[in-house]
């Protein structure tokens, strides 16, 4: 396929550029780490151009306790850092310092359509059953999501599978604006969800996704967890009493065995097949402390290096600065030239 055909990727007049964000609304957990924040250092040691984003804004769409939010924006932006994000190679910031975001997700706002947003499941599922009481941010968040993106002109966006259709949405918001103003100002961007640990379950409930947001602190495993919490959170874990299958399709109707099957593969870099090779046979009375001893093994030097950041608060602030001013260097001519294009008079010096 070469770039004149009509089936060349739309992204190829872009040049590769990824971005991707965590909300700072709770500490990182083991489903951040192994979905998103693993491979984020992943890209950045290939050598692509990424910013990554701690997004402030979207936090504030469900209620979070100023102090507490600032905390956690920095803990975040300590365990990106001790994950392997390297803070000059990559860009690392908090949304709310690059005002480019909110200034084009409201021009989002009136591309994206009421029907749209109301096929989004996540809205559906924060909003609960009261939705008249929901905030109207959490509404509108997929069209911020698609500003942040498409600010950088960003080609790939790496992700958790929870977050597929917000990036549909994305597509869609970038293939309507430049359709409606006859250009190809925005490229139409490729979600990136790979590997085994795309979507990593509540260790309570196999059913359900590891959440930063659960009720119970027992459902997940966090990156500040000491490591007997973590040997006791898998200890814990919900599971069945039948031993490990040699056949990957043999935890189908497993959901709990599945899932600590793929965080053992994911947390030793290697695929659920080989796991079972190995423990095919044996209970989880002799997997749990297994799974145990490696995940404290990766997740033990990360957490001490996030205590040390977090010492000194100063100079994460001072990065995220930093980074902030980078990110908007890249944001800020894309954003004047998308009002451009929308037909805003632009006549400020300076
Ligand atoms: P959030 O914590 O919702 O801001 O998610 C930040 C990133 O982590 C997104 O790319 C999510 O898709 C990913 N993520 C969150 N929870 C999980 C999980 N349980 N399994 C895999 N990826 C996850
Ligand atoms: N919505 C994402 C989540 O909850 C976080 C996010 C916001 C994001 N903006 C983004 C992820 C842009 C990727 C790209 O997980």
């Not at 909003?127 to 999501?145: I, R, T, V």
């Not at 966006?157 to 994305?170: A, F, I, N, W, Y």
Request: net charge neutral; hydrophobic share 40%; charged share 25%.
């Amino acid at each position: 396929m070469n770039d004149a055909s009509p089936d060349a990727p739309r992204t190829t007049r872009f040049k590769t550029r990824i971005f991707s964000g965590i909300q700072p609304s709770g500490g990182l957990t083991l489903g951040n780490y192994l979905g998103a924040l693993k491979r984020f250092v992943e890209k950045q040691n290939e050598g692509i151009e990424a910013i990554y984003c701690l997004v402030d804004l979207h936090a504030i769409t469900v209620w979070q306790e100023p102090a507490k939010l600032r905390q956690q924006t920095r803990e975040a932006a300590a365990g990106f850092i001790a994950a392997g994000i390297d803070p000059e190679r990559s860009i690392l910031f908090n949304q709310s310092q690059v005002s480019a975001h909110a200034e084009l997700a409201w021009v989002f706002n009136c591309v994206a359509r009421v029907g749209w947003m109301n096929r989004m499941t996540q809205f559906k599922d924060k909003a609960g059953k009261d939705k008249e009481a929901a905030s109207l941010g959490l509404y509108a968040y997929p069209a911020l999501m698609a500003a942040d993106i498409l600010a950088y002109h960003a080609t790939h966006v790496p992700v958790g599978e929870d977050q597929r259709q917000h990036l549909e949405l994305t597509r869609d918001i970038a293939i309507k604006f430049n359709h409606d103003y006859g250009t190809d100002f925005f490229p139409v961007t490729e979600p990136l969800i790979e590997g085994v640990a795309t979507r990593v379950m509540s260790l309570r409930d196999g059913t359900k996704k590891m959440s930063k947001s659960d009720p119970s602190d027992m459902s997940r495993i966090n990156l500040t967890d000491n490591a007997d919490t973590i040997a006791q959170k898998f200890r814990k874990a919900k599971t069945d009493p039948e031993p490990l299958p040699q056949a990957i399709a043999a935890l189908e109707a497993r959901p709990e065995a599945k899932n600590l099957v793929n965080i053992y593969a994911a947390l030793a870099g290697t695929d659920p097949q080989t796991v079972l090779d190995e423990f095919a046979g044996q209970g989880f009375g002799a997997f749990k402390p297994k799974l145990a001893e490696l995940a404290v093994e990766v997740l033990a030097p990360i957490s001490a290096e996030m205590g040390r950041l977090m010492q000194d608060p100063a100079q994460i602030d001072a990065i995220l600065g930093r980074g902030a001013d980078r990110a908007k260097a890249i944001a800020q001519p894309i954003l004047d030239r998308c009002f451009e294009i929308v037909g805003m008079v632009r006549s400020r010096r300076g």
